[in-house]
């Protein structure tokens, strides 16, 4: 794919969204990591529901922590693997006391430095809550880009590193969101909706669907 087109698709995404945000309910970068190290393998929709009864009672550190890994399981039962994630996001808020002034960290070393924090949920961090261009590839974003050929890689990293490399700088601050939702709900998984898919002329996907 040329970088022609790729301006294009990302003209088209923006045009059609402007402003483009994850679905995950926040209202602090404390609130947005842990909402997304809640994600892993849950949706965002089971992820707010749990949140919203959390952050009203702990949205803080502090909160949290008091909490202890027994009570915060308590409000999240509901998401898959909430036994480990609570462990770590106990673990996480303790860190953040005695190692960051109950800051979440605004670089990749610190965040990757923490209990169920990877590289994606770093990035996510990063990218929504730092404004700092960063690419979090997941099942969504790797699928749009070896689909489309607008990043094809075997890996995600690779696939990350491609979209950092490609994506047109006036885009790369979005671009992360933008295929997620194009992902959800256009570029699905099994049935891809091509016929009602704003990009499916520059898009290099060679069985495309009718719809």
């Known amino acids: 794919m040329n970088k022609d087109k790729r301006y294009e698709i990302f003209r088209r995404l923006r045009e059609d969204n402007p402003a483009p945000t994850t679905e995950l309910a926040y209202s602090s970068p404390f609130e947005l990591l842990i909402a997304v190290i809640l994600s892993a393998q849950a949706t965002d929709v089971g992820v707010n529901k749990a949140t919203a009864k959390l952050y009203p009672v702990a949205n803080t550190p502090e909160a949290i922590y008091a909490l202890g890994v027994d009570g915060l399981s308590e409000y999240i039962k ?38 169920g924090v ?25 699928r749009v880009s070896n689909r489309t050929g607008i990043a094809p890689g075997k890996t995600v990293l690779e696939v990350e590193k491609k979209l950092m490399r490609h994506v047109p700088r006036e885009f790369l601050l979005d671009a992360h969101h933008w295929l997620i939702l194009h992902g959800r709900y256009v570029c699905k998984a099994r049935t891809p909706q091509c016929g ?6 520059l898009c290099d996907f060679k069985h495309k669907t009718i719809d």
């Open 196 to 201: 009602s898919c704003r990009i499916e002329d």
């Open 78 to 115: 509901t998401i898959g693997l909430f036994n480990s994630k609570a462990k770590n996001v106990i673990a996480t808020c303790r860190i953040l006391i005695e190692q960051h002034n109950s800051q979440v960290p605004d670089n990749r070393e610190a965040l990757e430095a923490l209990p």
């Open 118 to 142: 990877g590289r994606k949920t770093a990035n996510v961090v990063l990218n929504t809550a730092f404004g700092q261009p960063a690419m979090a590839v997941d099942t969504h974003i790797f």
